[in-house]
Nanobody, 112 residues
Framework: VQLVESGGGMVQPGGSLRLSCAAS????????MRWYRQPPGKEREFVAV????????NYKDSVKGRFTVSRDNAKNTLYLQMNSLKPEDTALYYC??????RGQGTQVTVSS
């Protein structure tokens, strides 16, 4: 199993970023997927989950209405569109399978 995140960076409050997670080594279309984040000095937080066909999603309360998780099973890729970013969204973001495999993560920093 290999998961490689990309798309992080530094952005001002109110800005947007789109994270991607390229998956390989397993049947991506058969696996529900999650996004997590770990803010500096804090524990890991659940961010979002998406079902195998993309029709079912769920989010951490604080990101509802701002973040959108999606997937392209033909490209074996998971996405996280993040809008209206806030400083408290600053964290290392990573994708994970339901079985617990995870990538190395991509850093998101929201600062003016």
């Amino acid at each position: 199993v290999q998961l490689v995140e990309s798309g992080g960076g530094m952005v001002q409050p109110g800005g947007s970023l789109r994270l991607s997670c390229a998956a390989s080594g397993f049947t991506f279309s058969s696996s529900a997927m999650r996004w997590y984040r770990q803010p500096p000095g804090k524990e890991r937080e659940f961010v979002a989950v998406i079902s195998t066909n993309g029709e079912g999603t769920n989010y951490k309360d604080s990101v509802k209405g701002r973040f959108t998780v999606s997937r392209d099973n033909a490209k074996n890729t998971l996405y996280l569109q993040m809008n209206s970013l806030k400083p408290e969204d600053t964290a290392l973001y990573y994708c994970a399978t339901i079985n617990g495999h995870r990538g190395q993560g991509t850093q998101v920093t929201v600062s003016s």
